[in-house]
C-alpha cells in the first residue's frame, strides 16, 4: 500500500496494525538468534516489523519518503541483534522491583550511605570509580545484591564480576572477570583485553550502567 501510494495517512494504519504485523517477529528473532526464551519490548518489537517493511519497498524506495511513517532506529536494531545485551535485559523487571523492595527494607544504614552515593552517580551519568571495604560477613554482597536488583527493575544492564569462579555464584548472573573481560590467564607486559570495537561486547559494555 506504501509503494502505491494508495495511503493518505500511513501513520493511521501503522498505528492501529503494527501487532497484527509482527505476530512472528518474536518467533523469527527467536529463531534465528537461538534462544527461545528471548523477550522482546514493545520499541524493538515495532523496530524489526518496520524494518521489515523497510526491506520489501520496491523501486529503492524507503520508509524515509514518508513523513510521518516511524523509520526503524538503527542503534535499536543492533541491540536486538546482540545476545549479549539481550541475555542482561531478560530479567524480570517486576520480579526485580519486588526483590529490590524486599532487600532495600532490611539495609542499615552504612549500606544505605553506599547504596545512595552508588546509585545518584548512576541517574546523574556522572560515572565515577567506588571501592567499598569490609571484612567478611559485614554486608558486602547484600550490598551488591541491592543495587543489582534496584537497577535490573528499571530494565538497565549491570555487570556482576568476580576474581574467582566460586566469588561469582554469589552474585546474580556473576562471571569470572576473566571470561567477562577478556582478560588473559598468562599476564606479560603486552598483554590486554581483546575486545574489538564495535564487537557485540563492545556494545555490551556501552549499554552497562553499573559493573560490580
Not at 529490590?100 to 539495609?107: A, D, P, R, V, W
Not at 552504612?110 to 546509585?119: C, G, L, P, V, Y
Amino acid at each position: 500500500m506504501l509503494s502505491t501510494d494508495s495511503l493518505s495517512r500511513p501513520e493511521h494504519v501503522w498505528n492501529n496494525t503494527w501487532k497484527l504485523l509482527s505476530e512472528d517477529i518474536i518467533y523469527k528473532q527467536r529463531k534465528l538468534l537461538k534462544s527461545p526464551e528471548l523477550q522482546l519490548t514493545e520499541e524493538q518489537i515495532k523496530n524489526l516489523t518496520l524494518l521489515e517493511i523497510q526491506k520489501i519497498q520496491k523501486n529503492n524506495t524507503s520508509l524515509t519518503r514518508y513523513e510521518t511513517m516511524p523509520f526503524p532506529d538503527e542503534e535499536s536494531l543492533s541491540v536486538i541483534n546482540n545476545r549479549l545485551i539481550l541475555d542482561e535485559q531478560s530479567y524480570d523487571q517486576e520480579f526485580k522491583r519486588k526483590e529490590f523492595q524486599k532487600l532495600f527494607s532490611t539495609i542499615t544504614l552504612e549500606q544505605k550511605a553506599i547504596f545512595d552515593t552508588i546509585t545518584k552517580a548512576i541517574h546523574k551519568n556522572n560515572g565515577g570509580t567506588f571501592f567499598v571495604y569490609g571484612y567478611g560477613g559485614t554486608g558486602k554482597t547484600y550490598s551488591w545484591k541491592t543495587l543489582t536488583s534496584a537497577i535490573r527493575s528499571e530494565g538497565n544492564i549491570v555487570l556482576n564480576v568476580a576474581s574467582s569462579g566460586i566469588a561469582s555464584l554469589l552474585l546474580s548472573g556473576g562471571r569470572t572477570v576473566h571470561s567477562r573481560f577478556h582478560i588473559p590467564i598468562n599476564l606479560n607486559e603486552d598483554s590486554s583485553c581483546v575486545i574489538e570495537r564495535g564487537s557485540d561486547e563492545a556494545e555490551l559494555l556501552q549499554k552497562t550502567k553499573l559493573i560490580i
